[in-house]
């Protein structure tokens, strides 16, 4: 069983930049195809980006440009780079495996971009 813990968010001013943090503890992580997800309030959870276990990197188009996934098997994390932030860009951020498992949702971590 993978346990996912999100960490980084934030409030920022638009144009700034975070980093988010997806640490998974259990077994089978490495070998996973990943992605950071978000859920706007009264909007439905979307997926933002993907990083293939072999590096690969898909996104959104929403965020193409501007946010980067990576990953670290060793310290089972996954990131997201988040630059030149804007409002629309508010909310709670998940990671999961891709396609998401729906037993490996955590907490997410709040990401707020004021104009």
């Known amino acids: 069983q993978v346990q996912l813990v999100e960490s980084g968010g934030g409030l920022v001013q638009a144009g700034g930049s975070l980093r988010l943090s997806c640490t998974a503890s259990g077994a089978g992580f490495s070998i996973n195809d990943m992605g950071w997800y978000r859920q706007a309030p009264g909007k439905q959870r979307v997926l933002v980006a993907i990083i293939t276990s072999g590096g690969v990197t898909t996104y959104a188009n929403s965020v193409k440009g501007r946010f980067t996934i990576s990953r670290d098997n060793a310290k089972n994390t996954v990131y997201l780079q988040m630059n030149s932030l804007k409002p629309e860009d508010t909310a709670v951020y998940y990671c999961?495996?891709?396609?998401?498992?729906?037993?490996?949702w955590g907490q997410g971590t709040q990401v707020t971009v004021s104009s």
């Open positions: 999961n495996q891709w396609p998401a498992r729906a037993d490996y």
